[in-house]
């Protein structure tokens, strides 16, 4: 069952998470629900809170097909650095870039209640630290400078208004007067999709 994600403004995604005594079959149902929540929205990661369950679980898929399921997480080493674009489905639309440890060593139990330790670099070291974070009521919002804070607050209203920044892209493309002939509409219809298609290079998390 697809899960509704809540978005930046809702309650849940503010709390602290509680850690996992049992795994019953309602958690193993909510993982379900919960990777293919994450399949229709693109993502690369998704929390509980996200789909309002404070308890201390997310999954990840980097687009390998590898699920990855982590419950009551602890990352217990980082090191190196990395700034990269981030985005999180709690913020549709929303793109800015994040410094992240570059390696991870977190410890985790997965859902078949065996612990397990995973050694993670780049993409999947930074999806780790973005959901370990949603657990914890952190949010993408809180690791940009107080300064881009300021300068995106309207984008941030909108977003907790309902609104996904990515229809700046759709309206931008209505808006285009691009009726002269076929082939230049083809062309501008080309090179859209090449921008579309960097954008989506870029953004290494979306969770
Ligand atoms: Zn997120």
Redesign the pocket.
């Known amino acids: 069952m697809i899960k509704r994600i809540l978005r930046y403004g809702e309650d849940a995604l503010r709390k602290e998470s509680q850690p996992i005594k049992e795994i019953t079959d309602a958690i193993r149902e909510l993982v379900k629900d919960m990777f293919e929540t994450m399949y229709k929205n693109n993502?690369v990661?998704?929390?509980g809170p996200?789909v309002g369950e404070n308890i201390n679980l997310f999954i990840i898929d980097t687009g390998n097909g590898q699920k990855l399921v982590f419950i009551n997480p602890q990352i217990i080493k980082a090191s190196g650095k990395e700034v990269m674009d981030e985005?999180?489905?709690?913020?549709p639309g929303m793109h800015e870039k994040v410094e992240r440890a570059l390696r991870v060593t977190a410890h985790s139990i997965g859902l078949d209640g065996e612990p397990y330790e995973i050694k993670a670099e780049g993409l999947l070291a930074r999806a780790i630290q973005?959901?370990l974070?949603?657990l914890s009521g952190i949010?993408?919002v809180d690791r940009i400078s107080k300064a881009r804070r300021f300068q995106m607050k309207h984008e941030l209203a909108r977003i907790a208004a309902g609104e996904s920044l990515d229809e700046d892209i759709v309206e931008d493309n209505v808006e285009d007067d691009v009726k002269e002939n076929d082939k230049i509409n083809d062309k501008i219809n080309d090179k859209g999709d090449d921008i579309a298609e960097a954008q989506k290079g870029e953004t290494g998390?979306?969770?």
């Open positions: 993502g990661g998704l929390a996200q985005g999180c489905l709690s913020f973005h959901e974070d949603h949010l993408l998390v979306k969770g």
